[in-house]
């Protein structure tokens, strides 16, 4: 198949921790749908600082994905970044390129084949109990989730579960906590810091080293009664199911997705 594209142009930037993690929100061309559910990833072709080269990249929606604006968050690579590298230095009006899709004269942007975290239509996935776990910028699928099940008004009940090495490369941990107190029945948000400084952690009011399945069923009573997404680097889902299988935790549902 061809390569088709549209400029995305970057028209916000939040910097968590400049150089190493931001979220970037992206103005499509107006005639580009969006056609995704959260959970569903994009294609961008941009420059590679090590290789010196074009790239195509994947990335997650973090935003709950609809035309024109679309959001996600990049973390810089701890081996070897190249693209991941070039994100952390570009700046508010910067054009990418975004791979689109083309039929019957209608544009739309092509959506990652592969969709491993996409959300269940809507009735599926009311009354339901979730798990979702993110390592670092592994929550960005979550994220695109839990914007829409709140958009929704959100007949689920969710346990959000993210680790970051730091307290400066938590993402979007405000919204998170007012997402927590606008739906206490719904949502619980739990971060994990596992190399920060005691120190600094005095004023630090949730938890502190990895979210094994140990610590986990100690917070989470009904672990086992929930449906668990993952999303995180290479081994996660491994790492994760040997653990819950010493506490014999069977998940109703397991789907991960991990780069
Ligand atoms: C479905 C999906 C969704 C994604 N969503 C996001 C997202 O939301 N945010 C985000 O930051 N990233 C996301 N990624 C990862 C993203 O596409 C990039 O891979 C990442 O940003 C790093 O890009 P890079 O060009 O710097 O490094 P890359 O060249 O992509 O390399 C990434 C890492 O893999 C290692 N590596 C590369 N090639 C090999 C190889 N042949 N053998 C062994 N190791 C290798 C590198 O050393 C480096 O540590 C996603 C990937 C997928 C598949």
Known sequence: MPFISAPAKIVEIIDFAPGEIRAVRLKLPDDVEVKARPGNAFWLKLFGKASGRLEMRTYSFSSNPRSPIIETVVSKAAENPNTSWAFQEFLSGTELEARISEQNGKKSLFINPRK???LEPDDWWQDKKFLF?????GVTPHLSAIR?????GMNVNVIYVSSSKLMRRLIFHDELEN???RFPQNFRYLPFLTRENPETLKEWKYFTGRPTVEALTKLIPDISERHLRICGGKGTRKNLEKEANKFKINFPGVKTEEW
């Open 116 to 118: 491993d975290l996409e």
């Open 133 to 137: 776990y993110g390592l670092g910028t």
């Open 148 to 152: 829409y099940m709140a958009e929704k």
């Open 179 to 181: 997402t927590q107190k």
